[in-house]
């Protein structure tokens, strides 16, 4: 009988647990340092350094990660897919991050449109199958479960 209540409540103690905070920094490999990179503003030489590694530790775990959203899917009222980018202007103003700067998230029951000027928590389940578009490639995924205001 002991045993069983404490695996109850092990399970329901497990089960609500805090996602793990993750930062940029945590998503580039420990002693990873990046070839250097000449910026253009015009956006004509693309996105670089396409082979930056991911992290592994964070794979299949549920996470929460700070940053600025770029809309790919959805309305004017609901965001179903987007990117989630360090900081603001990646992929829209600027050319797009390394791969292992960026995170595709996917959220099919939507979250509401945002400002892209506003910083964000978005929680949710990350792994590190990679992901392209037309204005990207991606080293992470992330199973959206919230999109949280960020509070610094």
């Known amino acids: 009988m002991r045993a069983l209540l404490l695996t109850l409540l092990f399970i329901t103690t497990s089960a609500y647990s805090e996602p793990t905070e993750v930062f940029w920094e945590d998503l580039v490999p420990a002693n990873y340092v990046a070839p250097p990179v000449d910026i253009d503003h015009a956006l004509t030489t693309g996105q670089q350094n396409l082979s930056a590694p991911v992290v592994t530790k964070f794979n299949n775990m549920e996470v929460k990660i700070p940053g600025f959203v770029v809309p790919l899917e959805g309305d004017q009222d609901n965001i179903t897919e987007f990117l989630l980018v360090p900081f603001f202007g990646a992929c829209i103003h600027v050319p797009p991050p390394p791969p292992n700067q960026i995170v595709y998230v996917k959220i099919p029951e939507g979250v509401p449109a945002m400002a892209l000027t ?19 490639t991606v080293g992470y995924t992330l199973k959206g479960q919230s999109v949280l205001p960020y509070d610094g």
Request: charged share 15%; hydrophobic share 45%; no cysteine.
């Open 118 to 136: 506003d910083v964000v928590w978005v929680v949710g389940t990350l792994t590190t199958e990679g992901w392209s578009g037309e204005i990207a």
